[in-house]
């Protein structure tokens, strides 16, 4: 597509990828990008279990092992999010840290669904 102007120039516009809009009132969606991660429903609850309790776990007292379980849980969510799942190795980091911050996590409802589903994933 081309227009001249007074000194005889145009306007070239040569290979577009992806959505572009030219004018006035134009709108663009543009949808192509990577596919989202296959959803697992273990997985799905895992991670709804996970969001609940770093919620929870924002109002309880710092200390170390709390401190710990909440990385455990943002590197979990992050990794599922991210991927559509918790590797093996990460399910395996998550429950040493509910184990060790076993006192605050028996406490929590959000606890135990977080401690379910990962027994349900590690096998047991």
């Keep these: 597509m081309a227009t001249a102007d007074e000194r005889g120039n145009g306007i070239h516009i ?40 770093r919620d929870d776990l924002s109002r309880a007292v710092e200390s170390p092992q709390i401190t710990a379980l909440s990385g455990e849980l943002a590197e979990t969510e992050a990794e599922i999010t991210d991927n559509g799942v918790a590797g093996p190795g990460r399910v395996a980091r998550l429950r040493a840290a509910l184990t060790d911050a076993g006192a605050v996590v028996g406490l929590l ?3 135990a669904a977080v401690t379910q589903a990962v027994a349900a994933l590690a096998g047991g």
Aim: aromatic share 0%; glycine share 12%; charged share 20%.
């Design 14 to 53: 040569g290979s577009v990828r992806g959505a572009m809009a030219i004018g006035d009132h134009n709108t663009v969606t543009h949808n192509e990008g990577p596919a989202a991660p296959a959803a697992d429903p273990a997985q799905e609850e895992l991670l709804r279990a996970v969001r609940a309790l």
């Design 109 to 111: 409802a959000s606890g």
